[in-house]
């Protein structure tokens, strides 16, 4: 299954990308796709799927885009 990944901000280093598609090695949730591309469990994230805010338990589809990003605020 191929998926799109962008990582935002400090994660670029950590995953070691920017963007680029990946092919998990099998059904995978969103959850699991953040420790597949190497984020740390304890870093904080938010992420979505194509545009929309998704849970770690949400099962990914072929051709998804997730984006995921470390929490911020500011404003």
Request: a positive charge; charged letters at 25%; glycine letters at 14%.
């Amino acid at each position: 299954m191929k998926v799109t990944v962008k990582l935002i901000g400090p994660l670029i280093y950590e995953g070691g990308f920017s963007e680029k598609t990946l092919e998990l090695p099998g059904p995978m949730t969103a959850g699991e796709l953040s420790a597949f591309v190497k984020i740390n469990k304890k870093r904080p994230t938010i992420m979505t799927r194509n545009g929309k805010a998704v849970a770690p338990g949400d099962a990914l589809a072929e051709g998804d885009r997730v984006v995921i990003s470390h929490i911020y605020s500011g404003g």
